[in-house]
C-alpha cells in the first residue's frame, strides 16, 4: 500500500488550502480513509474521516464547519479542503486507510485502527 499526501503549504490566516492523498496497491474504493494531523509537541489527533463508498464523513469538532473531505473512487484519491485555517491548525497532515482485519481499538477513527500511512504534508498557518 503505498499513500502520498500533497497540497501542504505555507497560508495566511483564514486561507484556504486542499491536501489530496493518492493511494496506490490496494482496493481504494473498499477502504474507509482518514486524515490525521500532529503538530509540534503534541499528539496525532484525528481531522476527518469517510466511509468507503463516501456517503458517510466525521469530523473532530475543532474543524467541523471548515474542513471539508472528499474522495474519487475512480482516481484513487482522497481530498481534505482546509478553510478559515488558523495557527491552531499548523501541523503535518496524514492520511490513512482503516484496516479491516485490525479488531477494533476505541472508537472507529482510533489511529490504531489503520494499518496504511502516508509520509505527510506539512500546512503552516502564519502571518
Known amino acids: 500500500v503505498q499513500l502520498v499526501e500533497s497540497g501542504g503549504g505555507l497560508v495566511q490566516p483564514g486561507g484556504s488550502l486542499r491536501l489530496s492523498c493518492a493511494a496506490s496497491r490496494l482496493t481504494f474504493s473498499s477502504y474507509a480513509m482518514g486524515w490525521f494531523r500532529q503538530a509540534p509537541g503534541k499528539e496525532r489527533e484525528f481531522v476527518a474521516g469517510?466511509?468507503?463508498?463516501?456517503?458517510?464523513?466525521y469530523y473532530a469538532d475543532s474543524v467541523k464547519g471548515r474542513f471539508t473531505i472528499s474522495r474519487d473512487n475512480a482516481k484513487n484519491t482522497m481530498y481534505l479542503q482546509l478553510n478559515s485555517l488558523n495557527p491552531e491548525d499548523t501541523a503535518v497532515y496524514s492520511c490513512a486507510a482503516r484496516d479491516p482485519r485490525l479488531p477494533q481499538f476505541g472508537t472507529y477513527w482510533n489511529a490504531r485502527n489503520f494499518g496504511s500511512w502516508g509520509q505527510g504534508t506539512q500546512v503552516t498557518v502564519s502571518s
Open positions: 469517510i466511509s468507503w463508498s463516501a456517503g458517510n464523513t
